[in-house]
């Protein structure tokens, strides 16, 4: 009775055993045959205005700005200007000891009086040593002169004749003298060579400067049209080909949050230039210029601003979140999708060349399923995308959420649409529909 008792104890424990692995097996079963559902959101495709858009940063300068550098070297002994006054064409900027440069006219006029005094008497000279070979030629064309003596006339005549010229050139070496004297002297008076205002003094009263006619000498101030003011930003050689001289922008300076600026590109650098040579860090950027319309406040140089550059616009474009166009590979052949990778991007199988690109797509939803559709771009702006080719109107688009449009999301994936959680829509600048 024991053993009995013992064998139906064991037949209970293995019984239920067997049970719970065929359960388990049951629940792994039905598990996996189980559909992931993707939770998604969605809107309507639809005509939009689109404005393509450059951002850039930059500076708020003068369109006209000069720069007043000295030309000769002294002590500043009048200074009449402050920084921030008004100044026109002709007004006196700076003055510069002249002392040393009117003695360097007084000597240049004096040698110059020198030269002219021996050049006189070199013409003296000259008219009476042609006289005396006119003489010897009659003499010796009636044989009553020798040929030495005649030789000895004409060698004199053609060395005064050269030591006339010698003095000519004196004279002209004199005069350039004086001039460059001048020059130089008239360089101590620096006048303002525009209207405008006087936007950086950087010397003061009594300072000694210098300058020559072959370097930079050193700058006193700069003197600026502070009525006509532009926005100097630097544009990445990716973005520069799509702005063009006349482009409109939307001016946002730092000193005036609330207020936007009107401006529009007058002028774009052919030549780029580089920061970071030769480094990981190398950027290439061309300045562009824009002139700011606004006219009724005061800009000061220096002032940091951003640009938003319109570079074209498009109206009544299908158009799509910018959010909704993703990329995946194309499918291999001989299978029904594509395998996805781990970095989220459907990577390649059999069949599938390596030089085939990922394809722009969408997503739409028909029936309950997410359907992949190849799709070709245009212009964009900050919230929406053009959809050139592709797209058809008013068909459900996702649009979230990002994981699951950048990773999760094959075609034929189940999605349940939850259009009441989104809360990131844009809402694009163009007028829209």
Do not use: H, W
Not at 108 to 115: H, I, K, R, T, V
Not at 124 to 131: C, D, H, I, R, T
Not at 216 to 245: K, P
Not at 328 to 336: D, L, M, N, V
């Amino acid at each position: 009775m024991a053993n009995g008792k013992k064998n139906k104890k064991k037949l209970f424990i293995f019984s239920g055993i067997g049970a719970v692995v065929v359960i388990l097996i049951l629940v792994v079963v039905l598990g996996s045959k189980k559909e992931n559902i993707i939770t998604v959101q969605t809107e309507k495709i639809s005509e939009r205005t689109i404005t393509q858009v450059v951002n850039a940063s930059g500076k708020i300068q003068p369109e006209t700005m000069v720069k007043i550098n000295a030309e000769v070297s002294g002590e500043i002994t009048a200074l009449p200007v402050k920084e921030g006054d008004k100044v026109k064409r002709g007004d006196l900027l700076v003055r510069i000891k002249p002392d040393q440069y009117q003695a360097q006219v007084d000597r240049a006029e004096a040698g110059l009086s020198s030269a002219r005094a021996s050049l006189n008497l070199q013409k003296a000279n000259l008219e009476k040593v042609e006289s005396e070979f006119k003489r010897a030629e009659e003499l010796y064309q009636k044989t009553l002169l020798s040929d030495q003596e005649f030789v000895a006339a004409k060698t004199a005549l053609n060395t005064t004749k050269s030591q006339y010229e010698s003095a000519q050139a004196g004279v002209r070496q004199a005069e350039a003298s004086l001039r460059d004297a001048k020059e130089s002297l008239s360089k101590t008076a620096i006048y303002s060579p525009m209207n405008g205002t006087v936007s950086q003094l950087l010397s003061e009263l009594g300072e000694r400067v210098s300058g020559s006619s072959f370097t930079q000498g050193t700058q006193i101030m700069t003197v600026a049209d502070l009525s006509m003011m532009e926005a100097r930003v630097d544009v990445g050689e990716n973005d520069i080909v799509m702005i063009s001289i006349g482009d409109t922008s939307r001016i946002t300076i730092d000193a005036f949050p609330d207020k936007k600026f009107a401006g529009i590109v007058y002028e774009i650098a052919n030549t780029a230039t580089s920061k970071g040579l030769g480094t990981q860090d190398e950027v290439t950027n061309f300045q562009v210029k824009i002139r700011v319309l606004n006219k009724e406040v005061a800009l000061r140089p220096g002032m940091s601003m951003t640009a938003d550059i319109e570079t074209e616009t498009k109206k009544n474009v299908l158009a799509v979140p910018i959010q909704s166009v993703t990329t995946r590979a194309p499918k291999p052949k001989g299978e029904e999708k594509p395998a996805e990778g781990g970095d989220g991007q459907q990577q390649g199988g059999p069949g599938l060349s390596m030089n085939e690109k990922p394809v722009e797509c969408i997503f739409i939803v028909e029936n309950g399923k997410a359907k992949m559709v190849p799709v070709k771009r245009g212009i964009n702006d900050e919230g929406f995308v053009e959809i050139s080719e592709g797209a058809t109107k008013d068909s459900e688009v996702i649009s979230g959420t990002y994981k699951a449009i950048n990773r999760d999301l094959e075609d034929g994936s189940v999605v349940k649409v939850e259009n009441q959680t989104k809360k990131f829509a844009m809402t694009p600048r163009g007028d829209n529909k």
